[in-house]
T-cell receptor, first 111, second 115 residues
Framework: QKEVEQDPGPLSVPEGAIVSLNCTYS??????FMWYRQYSRKGPELLMY????GNKEDGRFTAQVDKSSKYISLFIRDSQPSDSATYLC???????????FGKGTKLSVIP | DTGVSQNPRHKITKRGQNVTFRCDPI?????LYWYRQTLGQGPEFLTY????????KSRLLSDRFSAERPKGSFSTLEIQRTEQGDSAMYLC?????????????FGQGTRLTVV
């Protein structure tokens, strides 16, 4: 079992929809949870991170972590065609700088 | 300087040749990381530096791979005797050790094709 599991999709939604992206992880030592956006043939771009459990909101993006179920979510409200990209979850433990990534979910937002 | 810079962006090499990639991190960042990403997969950790010291290496980093960060500024990743399985995107990232948050910012990557 991989340490971070993420459904690769692809996921296709109409413009304006609410998008839910999810990951599960197996290592209970993980404390930091990141979401990266990666456009085709580009490097990953950090969207946001959370520490331990809870929610964090940044504009149209909300990240949620439920450590009891080892479940990570990213919600995108009012999705736009420019949100079309691959979304990668990543995590690491306290005091560690080695990120463990999921495979990424490819999202297409259709105008 | 607005981000992590990687050169070259693309490299095509013949099997058995040596290649070297360069990464220039964000100027005030003291930590620098190398990752490898293959098609349809997330990035996989290779190694990281705090200033000039190489503190962690993945088992993915075989003897043919070597990374350096002289003077704690730019870094190079060399692959000797390249194999077709080395074809991938090599990503560099950097972070600043603020509150011990691993907030890593990635460059655009170097895409290596071994033919």
């Amino acid at each position: 079992q991989k340490e971070v599991e993420q459904d690769p999709g692809p996921l296709s939604v109409p413009e304006g929809a609410i998008v839910s992206l999810n990951c599960t992880y197996s290592n209970s030592a993980f404390q930091y949870f990141m979401w990266y956006r990666q456009y085709s043939r580009k490097g990953p771009e950090l969207l946001m991170y959370t520490y331990s459990s809870g929610n964090k909101e940044d504009g149209r993006f909300t990240a949620q972590v439920d450590k009891s179920s080892k479940y990570i979510s990213l919600f995108i409200r009012d999705s736009q065609p420019s949100d079309s990209a691959t979304y990668l979850c990543a995590t690491t433990g306290a005091g560690s700088y080695q990120l463990t990534f999921g495979k990424g979910t490819k999202l297409s937002v259709i105008p | 300087d607005t981000g992590v810079s990687q050169n070259p962006r693309h490299k095509i090499t013949k099997r058995g040749q040596n290649v070297t990639f360069r990464c220039d991190p964000i100027s005030e960042h003291n930590r620098l990381y190398w990752y490898r990403q293959t098609l349809g997969q997330g990035p996989e950790f290779l190694t990281y530096f705090q200033n000039e010291a190489q503190l962690e290496k993945s088992r993915l980093l075989s003897d043919r791979f070597s990374a350096e960060r002289p003077k704690g500024s730019f870094s190079t990743l060399e692959i000797q005797r390249t194999e077709q399985g080395d074809s991938a995107m090599y990503l560099c990232a950097s972070s600043y050790d603020r509150d011990r948050v691993p907030e890593a910012f990635f460059g655009q990557g170097t895409r290596l094709t071994v033919v």
